[in-house]
Structure formats: C-alpha cells, structure tokens
C-alpha cells in the first residue's frame, strides 16, 4: 500500500487566491482527518469523515475552509480566499474504526 | 478543548544516554498513542496503549500508560541518532477525536 497520499507536497500562493489540498487515505479506511500544523499552535484537527460523512468540522478556522469526501479514495481541503495567516502544513491522515492513524506527507502552503 | 502537556519540551542528550518523557492530562483517555514525526513528513503511530497501567515495549522504547488513564510516558534506552525527532502522545477522548499534545523535541548528539 502506498500509504496516504497527499497533493501537492509544497504549494505557494498569493493571498487572496483560492488553493485547493488534496488527500487520498488507505484503502479500506473508514476515517479521514484533516490536520494543520504550525510551530505556534502545534497539531490542530480541523475535521474529520466517517465513511466519507463529515462528523466534526468544529476545527475549521471560519468559513473560508471548506473540506468534502466525495468518495472513500478522495478529499480536498479548500481555501478561499487564502490569508498569509493560513500558511501551515496541512496534514491528511486515515484509520480504520478509529484505531492507529497514518498520515501523509503533508502539504506545505505558504501564502504570500 | 482537552489539553495534553508533555515535557520536556526541549531535550538535547549525548548518544548512549537514556530519557525519559512525559505526557499529561487532566481527562482520562480512552486510549493514548505515541507517534515521531521527523523533519518534513507526517507524524508515525510508534504504539497504542488502552488499559491502566499497560507498558509496551518497542525495542529500545517503553510505553507506559498511567493507572488512571491521564498520564504516559516514553522512556528510550541507550539514545541513537536515529531516535531524534519530534515526540507527540496523542490522547483520544470519548468523542473520538484524537487530541495532540504539544510534542518533545528531542536531539540526540553522536
């Protein structure tokens, strides 16, 4: 398995530009999280699906974040518009009945 | 919001030596993992722990968990290089929700 697959690993933007984080989670997982990283604030969940249902979105920083799970193999995580105040390392990670997460690689969004 | 406290926050230690860190929390876990996360990649689950009291051990690495589900620690035997990076215990709450705590940063000197 190749793991949790996140896209693209480093993405740079204006501030005001909409930027769109892709995840793809392990094959037969059934939980999805969306994570962001800052040196400031550390790990932060922003939100998470159970069988592609968004259960808890009470992490989302306001409206500009937008999160969907069309599917059980994808998820995006929307920005719009982006804030310098966003720039971070957004991380996708996946579970199977909650237990032992896998994260990806990360996204390193820098908004200028 | 539950918050995890870990310390150090910082340790820098000379290649042989052993640590220890802590992970604290005044909430009762209904289980704990503890993940390394090194420079540029994702956080790697290194063990779950779910019963009071349980130790795990992971080669050079003990887990253990409190007796009363709000505490952990990691102890590493005889430091390598290979075992710096960023420590993070991570507590799941009767939610669901998996809470990170605020990570040890740990730097093994050769």
């Known amino acids: 398995d190749a793991g949790v697959i996140q896209s693209p690993r480093h993405e740079v933007t204006e501030m005001g530009q909409e930027v769109t984080l892709r995840c793809k989670p392990i094959?037969?997982?059934?939980?999805l999280f969306w994570y962001r990283q800052t040196m400031m604030r550390g790990l932060e969940l922003l939100i998470y699906f159970n069988n592609n249902v968004p259960i808890d979105d009470s992490g989302m920083p306001e409206d500009r974040f937008s999160a969907k799970m069309p599917n059980a193999s994808f998820s995006t995580l929307k920005i719009q518009p982006s804030e310098p105040r966003d720039s971070a390392v957004y991380f996708c990670?996946?579970?199977?009945?909650?237990?032992?997460?896998?994260f990806g690689s990360g996204t390193r969004l820098t908004v200028v | 919001t539950q918050l995890l406290e870990q310390s150090p926050q910082f340790l820098s230690i000379q290649e042989g030596e052993n640590l220890t860190v802590y992970c604290n929390s005044s909430?009762?876990?209904?289980?704990l993992q503890w993940y390394r996360q090194e420079p540029g990649e994702g956080p790697v689950l290194l063990v779950t722990?779910?019963?009071?009291?349980e130790v795990k051990k992971l080669k050079r690495l003990t887990f253990q968990f409190g007796d009363a589900r709000k505490d952990s620690s990691l102890h590493i035997t005889a430091a390598q290089p290979g075992d710096t990076g960023l420590y993070l215990c991570a507590g799941v709450f009767g939610n669901e929700k998996l809470t990170f705590g605020t990570g040890t940063r740990l730097t093994i000197i050769p």
């Open positions: 094959s037969g997982h059934d939980y």
């Open positions: 722990v779910v019963t009071g009291g």
């Open positions: 990670a996946s579970s199977w009945n909650n237990y032992g997460y896998t």
């Open positions: 909430s009762v876990f209904s289980s």
